[in-house]
């Protein structure tokens, strides 16, 4: 009994083993077969079967480049972003891809993951420094999170190298009006201008930033021409209105005013042309009310701190005045200094010209 | 003459190559470009593969204008740069390369703000620095060299070259106390003779004429074999003095070429100075060895000329004359020496009989320079003076910054050839991945490039004319397309594309005619129409009637063919079937285009204006386009009387087409009805240049300068407009 205990105690120890030999032969799966027969599937156009076997591959090892590329587009188009970031860090990683690079922005982008994005343009900057998209896409980024330096350094180079290219000089525009530089942001708006004469946002633009040089009579013709091409623009409307206030033509820089106030209560522009307005009007403390919407809304903007300390003085409240010089100038220095780390890295505008 | 100055310092101090030293091989960079461009290409890596393509551009228009300066074609060279500076991230180079040009050109101030703005942006760019400094030098702004300078110096202390500019910028400051520590610092960091050479080069430049003794004797002393100590101790009395220290100078020269006994410039120099001492016969053997210099020296060959004729040498005279003159074509160049040249070649030739090339070349030598008649002496004191003489001129030394003079010309052209090449191949490529992207124009933009350096680069003209036609420009289809045709004059897809260009720029005539043929035509009814539309448009509505039977037999009807038929019933002045054809088609397909335009059209020829303004309203409705439409409806505007309804339309029309003859013609003539004569003029004026033949725009400009009181300007447009009409008459009867 003891022995025919140990005998059996033998024979199931070794089951497993020969249970395994016993088993018929499976061949491992080999990962290169799979791809073979995905790209035999997509050259036969069965994408089903090919995104199948894509699929199976990518959970034995690292796709090819193309394959890669393939499935991610398609995890990506099926809502399975994190199957298709994992494909795309796997090629920008083993092939240096700047097209897995490129995608993956977009989808870090897409998920609101700025500094992510950025990061992926950086390391696809480097691999293709000067491929129109990367640049491209490193400025919408970089503008996307008020970023304007990073997006003034691609968009320079893409305007001399694309220069039939709107969007670039426009973007370019948009980057230094977001940096405060108003005497840069001319040439290039008016080179976009010149290249889609019946943009809205350019014309906008453009004349946000003569606006800016206080050229209002430039300014209103462009902001006018915005306005019939979309009558309901909120920007256009209060931007005419400021050069319409500079023009001294008060009646309608006030009847702008008030249209674009009442689409947006809270524009800047609108708020600091009808500050402007009743201050003219010596109505000093619906100036006051006005100018401190236009504060909140664009904290950056020097020109209503300085016109709120007019419309301080004027109520008797000397304090409170001083004050908003004060932060006018800080917010003037800032802008210059700004302005001048702008000028130096970029070498764009060399001749003065800040945001008043 | 290369001023040796740059150079010798470069290699001095630095241990760099010299200016004339080649890189082993000057397109390598722009190889790599292309190469590793097609690697990614191959990889279907896009981005990476035209971020290379557009470093190849960059390399390609740097190299091209390197060998454009190198052969004095500045305003080539300029163009290539500006190529260079517009093709890639990178503009450092290229903008560099440009003030350099601009520099070359004796503009000075667009040299300082190129570089300015390079140096803004790349502070640690030493070179750039220099060369900033040089250009304000050039610019008069000496106080702003030194500071740029000494800025530059304070950042690279060790930089020994950085180091000798600044000295040398001290001394153009005369602030001879600050030249002489950092000089000493130089011999002191490099101790040998050379240095000292160097210094006193220097110095001798600066006028310091005692300190340039010292440091070249200093030189000798560590060395007696020193080269070009000597040389410079030679030039110093003469340039101190003048011809007085001919002698001495003439000994100097001698123990140089006992130093160096075949330096061309010693033996040069010693020729100039012995033929100005009416040596001739003891000039002539240094002056043959000077003329044997690589590259060869007009100069050289000016004065052996000159040797040669004074001991009746007539016929090398004129050889070594000619030389000179074509030696001395590319810069840098002297008028009196142009002038000197032609002058000693027109009394060589005189003396060999040949007088009337003779008279030439002393014409030549009066226009060229009135100093040719100076004195022998007061011109070898100039020469001597001025030439070795580096400031200015120094910093606007063509050859001494161009980094491929050492080339000789085959090597050149071989370069240029290579350069052009990789050039277009780069812009096909970058044109090929636009035009996968549908981006036609933008592909056409880059065939263009790629046309323009290398116009027979193969498919390139296929290309562009392709990227045209798929953008929808006809108008510049047509050209490329015609030059591929003739290459591939049996590629039936290319002849069909350029019929269609020809089409729809109007020119109905050539497209009938390379439809004609096409065998294609019989079964693609879309060909076989565009072939009947050309004859009817080109005036062979007979022919087209033919063409549309066969088709309607064939396909059977449609809008779009009752709408040519009714055209062509309208050509033929059947306006009774051409308006029953016409209004078929719209009752078939209402929006049908051309048919209610063609309706308008034949209304106004028959005075019905409201049946025609009716017709031609509702061909604007569906296309809104339609400019020749739109000049229509002005025009039954206008003799309905309603001219202030027209002026915004033709106003419309020019803004689309500012080249449109019959527009400016009606817009000009309706306001010179309504009073505004100054504008009408305007309008006559532009209508009469693109349409000279046109009798009635004449005859308009010249009642709107009469109205204008420009008498004599309308009599000639009267006289014109009477000319045209005579000329009618003539060829109709």
Not at chain 1, 19 to 36: C, E, F, N
Not at chain 1, 49 to 73: I, Q, Y
Not at chain 2, 188 to 203: D, F, N, S
């Amino acid at each position: 009994m003891t022995r025919l205990l140990r005998v059996l105690a033998v024979l199931l120890a070794a089951a497993p083993v020969l249970a395994q030999t016993a088993a018929p032969v499976s061949p491992a799966p080999d990962i290169k077969a799979i791809q073979r027969r995905a790209r035999q599937y997509l050259a036969e156009s069965r994408e089903n079967d090919a995104v199948a076997e894509l699929r199976r591959a990518a959970k034995l090892g690292p796709l090819d480049r193309d394959l890669a590329l393939k499935l991610a587009n398609v995890e990506q188009a099926a809502g399975n972003r994190a199957l298709a970031e994992k494909q795309l860090r796997s090629a920008a990683d083993r092939f240096k891809s700047v097209q897995a690079l490129l995608q993956l922005a977009r989808l870090q982008s897409g998920q609101g993951d700025a500094a992510g994005a950025l990061e992926s343009l950086t390391r696809a900057r480097a691999l293709a420094p000067n491929a129109e998209d990367v640049l491209s896409a490193s400025a919408q980024v970089a503008l996307a999170v008020r970023a304007p330096l990073p997006a003034i350094l691609a968009l320079e180079p893409l305007t001399r190298m694309c220069p039939t290219v709107a969007q670039y000089p426009y973007l370019l525009g948009v980057a230094l009006l977001q940096a405060g530089d108003m005497l840069g942001a001319v040439e290039p708006l008016q080179q976009a201008q010149k290249l889609e004469p019946s943009r809205v946002l350019t014309l906008v633009a453009l004349g946000l930033a003569l606006n800016g040089r206080k050229m209002y009579a430039e300014a209103k013709p462009g902001l006018l021409r915005a306005l019939e091409l979309e009558p309901e623009n909120v920007e256009a409307t209060a931007a005419l209105a400021e050069a319409e206030d500079g023009l001294g033509e008060l009646p309608e820089a006030e009847a702008h005013a008030e249209r674009a106030l009442a689409r947006a209560s809270g524009h800047a522009t609108a708020n600091l042309v009808m500050g402007m307005v009743r201050m003219k009007q010596e109505r000093y403390a619906e100036a006051r009310a006005a100018f401190e919407r236009a504060i909140a809304g664009d904290p950056g903007s020097p020109k209503a701190y300085y016109q709120l300390s007019l419309a301080y003085a004027r109520l008797g409240d000397e304090a409170g005045a001083q004050k908003q010089v004060e932060l006018y100038q800080r917010k003037l220095r800032e802008i210059d200094e700004q302005v001048h780390r702008l000028r130096t890295a970029t070498g764009i505008s060399d001749n003065g010209g800040m945001r008043r | 003459m290369p001023h040796a100055l740059s150079w010798v310092a470069g290699l001095l101090l630095c241990g760099a190559a010299s200016a004339a030293e080649v890189p082993s091989d000057p397109a390598a960079a722009l190889d790599a470009a292309i190469a590793a461009a097609e690697t990614s290409l191959r990889e279907g890596e896009l981005q990476v593969a035209e971020s290379h393509y557009r470093s190849a551009l960059l390399e390609g228009w740097l190299l091209l204008g390197d060998l454009q300066a190198t052969e004095g074609q500045l305003p080539l060279a300029r163009v290539s740069y500006r190529r260079a500076s517009t093709s890639a991230v990178e503009t450092r180079r290229a903008l560099r390369s440009l003030a350099l040009v601009h520099l070359q050109s004796g503009e000075a101030a667009e040299a300082v703000s190129l570089l300015t703005g390079v140096v803004g942006r790349s502070p640690e760019d030493v070179p750039a620095r220099r060369m900033l400094a040089k250009a304000l030098t050039a610019a008069g702004q000496l106080e702003q060299a030194v500071q740029v300078l000494e800025e530059a110096h304070a950042a690279a202390p060790d930089d020994l070259e950085l180091t000798f500019a600044l000295a040398s910028g001290y001394l153009r400051l005369k602030k001879v106390e600050a030249a002489e520590p950092l000089f000493a610092r130089i011999a002191k960091e490099r101790p040998i003779p050379q240095t000292h050479v160097l210094i006193g080069r220097t110095y001798r430049d600066f006028k310091e004429y005692e300190r340039a003794r010292v440091e070249l004797q200093a030189a000798l002393k560590q060395d007696p074999s020193a080269r070009r100590a000597h040389y410079y101790l030679g030039t110093l009395g003469l340039m101190a003095e003048g011809p007085v220290r001919l002698e001495e100078a003439i000994a100097e020269f001698r123990q140089e070429l006992k130093v160096s006994p075949a330096d061309p410039l010693a033996s040069l120099r010693l020729g100039i100075a012995l033929l100005e001492s009416r040596r001739p016969a003891e000039a002539l053997p240094a002056l043959d060895l000077a003329s044997r210099s690589d590259p060869p020296e007009a100069e050289a060959f000016h004065y052996l000329g000159r040797a040669q004729l004074a001991l009746d040498l007539t016929t090398q005279a004129v050889t070594s004359l000619r030389r000179a003159l074509e030696l001395i074509k590319g810069p840098p160049f002297d008028e009196v020496q142009r002038g000197s040249v032609h002058y000693n070649l027109a009394l060589a030739l005189r003396k060999v009989g040949a007088s009337e090339e003779a008279a030439t070349h002393f014409a030549a030598a009066e226009l060229a320079s009135a100093h040719v008649a100076e004195s022998a002496r007061e011109r070898l004191s100039r020469y001597l003076s001025d030439s070795l003489e580096p400031e200015p001129t120094a910093a606007v030394d063509p050859f001494m910054e161009v980094p491929l003079v050492g080339l000789d010309a085959a090597a050149r052209s071989a370069l240029k050839q290579r350069a052009t090449t990789a050039l277009a191949r780069a812009y096909l490529n970058l044109g090929v991945m636009q035009a996968q992207g549908e981006h036609f124009s933008r592909a056409a933009a880059h065939f263009e490039s790629a046309a323009e350096v290398a116009p027979d680069f193969p498919n390139v003209q296929y290309s562009l004319g392709v990227a045209h036609f798929n953008a929808r420009e006809f108008d510049k289809a047509t050209g490329p397309l015609a030059r591929a045709l003739a290459q591939s004059p049996d590629d039936a897809g290319l002849r069909r594309m350029l019929a269609v260009s020809w089409l729809n720029v109007e020119a109905y005539d050539k497209a009938a005619e390379l439809l004609k043929d096409d065998a294609a035509r019989f079964s693609d009814p879309s060909l076989e129409y565009a072939y009947g539309l050309a004859l009817v448009r080109s005036g062979r509505a007979a022919e087209a009637e033919a063409v549309f039977a066969r088709l309607l037999a064939l396909h059977g009807d449609s809008a779009e063919l009752g709408v040519v038929m009714g055209q062509a019933h309208a050509q033929q002045g059947d306006y009774e079937s051409a308006i029953e054809t016409l209004q078929a088609a719209l009752r078939r397909k209402p929006d049908v285009a051309d048919a209610n335009a063609t309706l308008g059209v034949i209304f106004l020829k028959q005075g019905k204006l409201p049946e025609a303004e009716a017709a031609l309203r509702a061909e604007l409705r569906s296309n809104p386009s339609d400019l020749k439409s739109q000049h229509h409806l002005a025009t039954v505007l206008d003799l309905e009387g309603r001219t202030e309804e027209a002026l915004p339309l033709l106003r419309a029309v020019l803004k689309s087409k500012p080249d449109f003859a019959d527009a400016r013609y009606l817009l000009g003539k309706i306001l010179l009805a309504g009073g505004a004569a100054g504008e009408a003029a305007e309008h006559l004026e532009a209508a009469a240049r693109l349409a000279p033949e046109d009798a009635n725009i004449h005859y308009q400009l010249g009642q709107a300068y009469q109205k204008l009181g420009r008498t004599d300007e309308a009599q000639q447009q009267f006289e014109i407009f009477r000319q045209i009409k005579d000329k009618r008459r003539g060829s109709t009867s």
